[in-house]
């Protein structure tokens, strides 16, 4: 479908495109290039979703590209798993929006004309439209790392150390030297190829740059950059047994690939130091790479870390890390969100130097915004109450135009059907109503949408006490183009005919926790909200039966809904994708 809504939304400026900008004006470089590097240690969450669209947001704004590079080098903790649902992601969140990434690489297209200035070129072949997203692997490039760390050794900057990783650790806070700083090249060149053959075990050795004991930036304090891991890795399989670490991976990665902006995080801002060491270190040439940070999207109402969303996955606090109620790319998908509102979404909180807090309201906001445009308007009764219609014939029939969209002129329109016996919500009736409550009462009228006045003539009780059905009477005279189709009513509201009604299983989502900063104290265990799923049978109009799983659907006055992958034959399953009005916004007013 080709929607308004997916013409690209005007690009944003921040301080990080003024860079970028500045750059591509000064012709500094011959293309923009950016990545987005997430570990494949787990799944990606909306602070995830706000980079992505940064990075493949700045490459399609200036005519670049922007690789998709899994950040591989800690073999224990990371799974093919995570690439797949990692790559899964991106390319859902950026498709629609990634085609004017030329150059992507994509399946297939083999990366020719490699090295470039000792570079590989990847940028021959261009994708083709609509192409997927394939990622590239730090890990394909160890080859060339190693060799970039032997060239350090050969220049007299990076040895091999003998201590273990708590001495490591006391030496560089209190800025002592390692006994085997001084080692001979060709000692260190012969421990690190030891190191490579795996004669040593784990923790045994590592090999540290040479840059400074006593830095006041202590990570510039004879970092750490290759260690011994006796473990298979998930894309190399058994080839190696010392793994770079991150700052030594990342930099060299983002040349080797020719990455021009290298953007990420706050936290790596004591990292650039070395960063561009390395690269200067090793004499590589111009142009380099440059880092650059912003600050991350914290989300009220939320936890964004892998580590903690992995708690509560494992501990089966939540269905998995696609639950509707993670924060996760692949959880807010299923609860219905579109790619363009996430991406709205991130356009429009916008890019800074400063961290801070932003308001879930804000995603919220952009969801609705979005579904309010294109979702098919459906009746559906949540929590049913019979309605039974005394002064119609048992098998009066008839059938309503009912607007799909109101939104889209060209939405077209649906039949519902009306008869003696309908459904409406529990919550539309109440016997004893407080004041101004205006929909069903004993005595009262209500309009149904798309329909006629009825008025509640009798309460019949069920044994338990609970309302077994409302006797009601209906006035034919006041439908659309009826005699008394102007009589004021001050309530409207859905229904279903209970013959035609179809069952549906209904997943009332909330969020998942209480308080706006779970983690303030560090706990956020204990304030998961204990009602943020409630499952309920819903009774849908009928054409909902052909429910499929593109299609959004505002089931009236209640929320949005969308299908879910458990629905089955004769089994349809759908997740409220949010509410119409800000429950939560009004429940704090009170
Ligand atoms: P987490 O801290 O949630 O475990 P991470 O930073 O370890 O995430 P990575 O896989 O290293 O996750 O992240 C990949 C990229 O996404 C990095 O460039 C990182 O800076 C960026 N990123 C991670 N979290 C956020 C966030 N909340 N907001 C914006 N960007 C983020
Ligand atoms: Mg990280």
Same mark, same amino acid.
């Given at each position: ?79 093919? @798993? ?338 003696? @016996? ?169």
């Amino acid at each position: 479908m080709n929607h308004p809504a997916d013409a690209p939304s005007p690009a944003p400026s921040d301080f990080i495109r003024d860079v970028v900008a500045g750059d591509a004006q000064a012709g500094k470089y011959r293309k923009i290039v950016t990545r987005f590097p997430p570990e494949p240690n787990g799944y990606l969450h909306i602070g995830h979703a706000k980079s992505i669209c940064l990075n493949f947001g700045i490459a399609r704004e200036f005519g670049g590209v922007c690789h998709l590079r899994m950040d591989d080098t800690n073999p224990a903790k990371e799974d093919v @798993e995570y690439v797949d649902s990692i790559t899964a992601d991106v390319n859902w969140l950026i498709s629609g929006f990634a085609d004017q990434c030329l150059g992507l690489k994509v399946k297939g297209a083999a990366p020719e004309g490699r090295l470039v200035d000792g570079r590989q070129d990847f940028y021959l072949g261009e994708a083709p439209a609509g192409a997927a997203v394939e990622p590239f692997y730090a890990s394909d490039y160890f080859d060339q790392i190693y060799q970039f760390a032997v060239q350090l050794i050969r220049q007299g900057k990076a040895f091999v150390c003998d201590m273990n990783a708590e001495q490591i650790d006391e030496y560089r806070r209190t800025g002592k030297a390692s006994p085997f700083r001084d080692r001979s090249v060709e000692e260190n060149l012969d421990l690190f190829t030891r190191m490579k053959n795996g004669e040593f075990p784990e923790g045994s050795h590592t090999l540290r740059a040479k840059i400074s004991v006593d830095a006041p930036n202590i990570w510039m304090r004879d970092p750490l950059i290759y260690r011994i891991r006796h473990v298979e890795h998930h894309h190399t399989g058994a080839a190696w047994c010392i793994y770079p670490m991150y700052d030594f991976a990342h930099c060299l990665s983002d040349y080797i690939e020719g990455v021009t902006h290298s953007i990420c995080t706050l936290e790596f801002e004591v990292h650039r130091p070395l960063y561009d060491w390395i690269l200067e270190a090793l004499n590589l040439p111009r142009p380099l790479p440059h880092q650059y940070e912003f600050a991350r999207l914290n989300l009220t109402y939320t936890v964004m870390s892998k580590r903690k969303l992995m708690q509560l996955v494992n501990e089966r606090l939540v269905s998995g890390w696609d639950d509707p109620r993670m924060p996760t790319i692949s959880g807010i998908r299923r609860r219905g969100v579109h790619a363009r509102a996430l991406r709205d979404f991130a356009y429009h909180i916008g890019i800074t130097k400063y961290d801070g807090l932003t308001e879930v309201g804000v995603l919220d906001h952009a969801i609705r915004d979005d579904l309010n445009r294109i979702a098919l308007r459906k009746l559906a009764v949540l929590r049913p109450v019979k309605i039974v219609l005394t002064n119609l014939d048992a098998d009066y029939f008839e059938e309503f135009d009912a607007v799909n969209n109101p939104a889209d002129p060209q939405g077209g329109t649906r039949k519902v059907p009306f008869t003696r @016996e309908l459904f409406i919500d529990a919550d539309d009736f109440m016997e004893v109503p407080p004041p101004k409550y205006f929909r069903l009462r004993p005595g009262g009228e209500v309009r149904l949408k798309y329909g006629y006045i009825i008025k509640c003539e009798e309460v019949v009780k069920a044994a338990d006490g609970g309302i077994a059905e409302l006797r009601c009477t209906v006035d034919l005279t006041t439908k659309r183009g009826g005699v008394n189709e102007g009589r004021k009513c001050k309530g409207t509201i859905h229904w279903v005919s209970a013959s035609h009604a179809i069952d549906a299983e209904v997943r009332l989502y909330d969020r998942l926790f209480t308080v706006p900063e779970p983690d303030a104290e560090g706990n956020f265990k204990a304030h998961l909200n204990p009602h943020s799923l409630e499952v309920v049978t819903a009774k849908c109009e009928p054409s909902l039966a052909a429910a499929s799983p593109e299609e959004r659907y505002q089931f009236e006055r209640l929320a949005y809904f969308a299908l879910d992958p458990d629905t089955k034959p004769g089994h349809l399953v759908f997740n409220r994708t949010i509410t119409l009005k800000d429950a939560w916004a009004k429940e704090q007013k009170k």
